[in-house]
């Protein structure tokens, strides 16, 4: 199946500064990635879709300036978590779309540790 | 607004066992249903997809069935073994979602002892 690469897988980092997390599809296009957040024991959350070319949608009550992403090119989607404070602390996982049937494949997550 | 339950939360089986996992939306009208599977501290991967005009799908020891009516899914799992211990997520996507936005359920955390 279509392949998500994420990266760093994991990360820690001191208070107050920011955070670049990548997810790219390895062998298909994506005009469309979805950025989730999960906490522990708890399904994922929707952060916001990103569309390649324009201004991601986010999901009501995530703060866009707080959560950059940028989806520059078919490929690649990026996800900045600025200005961190311990409570961004949390696994961040990126999905994209495959063409046709819609199936979603999903990256294997980013550990985020704020210190 | 899309629910999606999972049943049971937590599920432990010996080796070998046959078993069903349940997932229940309130909403029928949907795009497609997506089984997928997160080990520890990993993404997901996906396991089965079933479009909505279809009732199920199978890969290997896996079938996955969908009745769109009642808004139910089944997974079935054949022969269990201690690698299939995981949490197992059931997510649908609604019709009219044009980014294919999924809904998840909380997941089934499932234990196969050896």
């Known amino acids: 199946g279509a392949v998500v690469s994420q990266h760093p897988s994991r990360v820690i980092c001191k208070s107050g500064t920011s955070v670049k997390i990548e997810c790219r599809s390895l062998d298909f296009q994506a005009t469309t990635m979805f950025w989730y957040r999960q906490f522990p024991k708890q399904s994922l959350m929707l952060m916001a879709t990103?569309?390649?070319?324009?201004?991601?949608t986010y999901e009501q009550g995530v703060e866009k300036d707080k959560f950059l992403i940028n989806h520059a090119s078919l490929t690649l989607s990026t996800l900045t978590v600025t200005s961190a404070h311990p409570e961004d602390s949390s696994f961040y996982i990126c999905?994209?779309?495959?063409w046709g049937t819609g199936e979603l494949f999903f990256g294997e997550g980013s550990r985020l540790t704020v210190l | 607004k899309q629910e999606v339950t999972q049943i049971p939360a937590a599920l432990s089986v010996p080796e070998g066992e046959n078993l069903v996992l349940n997932c229940s939306f309130t909403d029928s009208a949907i795009y497609n249903l997506q089984w997928f599977r997160q080990d520890p501290g990993k993404g997901l991967t996906s396991l089965l997809l079933?479009?909505?005009?279809?009732r199920e799908q199978t890969s290997g020891r896996l079938n996955a069935s969908l009745d769109k009516s009642s808004g139910r899914s089944t997974l079935y799992i054949a022969a269990s073994q201690p690698g299939d211990s995981a949490t197992y997520l059931c997510?649908?996507?609604?019709?009219?979602?044009?980014?294919?936005?999924?809904?998840f359920g909380k997941g089934t955390k499932l234990s196969v002892i050896p």
């Open positions: 079933i479009q909505s005009s279809q």
């Open positions: 997510a649908v996507i609604p019709l009219g979602a044009g980014s294919y936005q999924l809904t």
């Open positions: 990103s569309n390649e070319g324009s201004k991601a």
């Open positions: 999905s994209a779309r495959g």
